[in-house]
């Protein structure tokens, strides 16, 4: 069962920055397409961000121009970069898994703990 470890998270002013980290289990890391999700109060989670193996990625129109998704396969990590930070960024954030990259694309696996974003001044 592959395990996420989500971390990065913290309390930052509205035009901040933040990198948030996830660590995933398995040795198949490079394969896989990987996303980062959100989940705000109220909201259903939602897509923010998606890398595939060849590096392509996709974006929520919400956070295009601010975030940025990477990955770094000998570590078995994906980053997030978000910068621009605006209150409404406020929420848990995970990673997973993908079935495809597209921003209606399901998650595969069962969900980490998050990392807690918030923007507040």
């Known amino acids: 069962q592959v395990q996420f470890a989500e971390s990065g998270g913290g309390l930052v002013q509205p035009g901040g920055s933040l990198r948030l980290s996830c660590i995933v289990s398995?040795?198949?890391?490079?394969?896989?397409?990987v996303a980062w999700f959100r989940q705000t109060p109220g909201k259903e989670r939602e897509l923010v961000a998606g890398?595939?193996?060849?590096?392509?990625?996709i974006y929520a129109d919400s956070v295009k121009g601010r975030f940025t998704i990477s990955r770094d396969n000998a570590k078995n990590t994906a980053y997030l970069e978000m910068i621009s930070l605006k209150p409404e960024d406020t929420g848990v954030y995970y990673c997973?898994?993908?079935?495809?990259?597209?921003?209606?694309?399901?998650?595969?696996?069962?969900w980490g703990q998050g990392t807690q974003v918030t923007v507040s001044s």
């Open positions: 890398i595939n193996s060849s590096s392509d990625t």
């Open positions: 398995g040795s198949a890391f490079k394969f896989w397409t």
């Open positions: 997973n898994r993908l079935r495809g990259l597209w921003i209606g694309a399901s998650p595969r696996d069962s």
